[in-house]
DNA sequence: CATTGTTTGCAACTTAGTTGCATAATATGA
DNA sequence: TCATATTATGCAACTAAGTTGCAAACAATG
């Protein structure tokens, strides 16, 4: 883990208001260095250290309320995250980008440049957030 | 319940060479007379009957792989379910509609007269299957 | 209606998620 | 830098969700 990449991190949780402590920068620091959505389970098996489930669940709840992550939707029992880009603030969420989950290495990832088409719904709905997620097969799988 | 529903289920089971059996056909008289999705709890504490929970996750995985019904993802852990249309079969899913959760009511419905729009993946990726899931308030909630 | 294969329910288990509370760590400002 | 107030963490104990093996019950078939 690079030095810019640790004041990102402290930066981040200061913009936030939150306090800086290890578990928050370890847990941000693995979202960091991972390139694809990130289960439950990945965090508290983490490099040695081991993180108290019910920390783990109080920091993405935490992290999931101030809008630096954003949760993906499954049918299975392994709710994936993923960073949120910058621009979104704890009540503005940006995240209009499509998922993809890969049906060979199971690895969930953002099309950040994929955008959400626009969908009309029938009269008399009020649309708040769209989820798009679409699996089969990655590039590397192919 | 209605003599052409009851009549419904047993061809419906019969199609799917399944056999009929009580727990079968109350799952799907519950889907039947439910205008939402309905979460795996639903059907535990049915009309006075109770059903085992594991009959339960059994029956639902085998109405999901022979088509009868599919799943709805969320981040939250009560995957839901919905019947298919009838065009759906084993190997060929037809359900390429919009789905939406309302914030208020908490009741998930499938719009299916809304269609899923067309998404352009990056170079690479091979798409099987696409979900949207529309969250907001709904008609009844307004 | 007897036989065969499938489905069910129970028990026992694993994994997931929650709550209360005492202790430990962080932020703040004197 | 240090004392204090505030917040986060870890532990224990719990509830809920989901799985597996197996014996008994049931449905389909001729
Ligand atoms: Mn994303
Ligand atoms: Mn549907
Ligand atoms: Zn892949
Ligand atoms: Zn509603």
Redesign the interface.
Known sequence: MSNKNKANITELLRASKLSITDTRVKILELFMNSNGALEHSSFEKLAGQTFDRVTVYRTLQTFLDKGIIH???????S?RYALCKSECTEHNHHDHH?H?KC?ECGNTIC?D??DV???????????????????????QC?
Chains 1, 2 share one sequence.
Request: aromatic share 6%.
């Open positions: 949760s993906i939707p499954t049918t299975d029992t709710i499509v993809f049906e099309l440049d994929t088409p626009e969908i009309h719904l029938p009269k008399g709905y009020a649309m708040h957030n769209i989820d798009v997620v679409v699996s089969g097969v990655c590039k192919k």
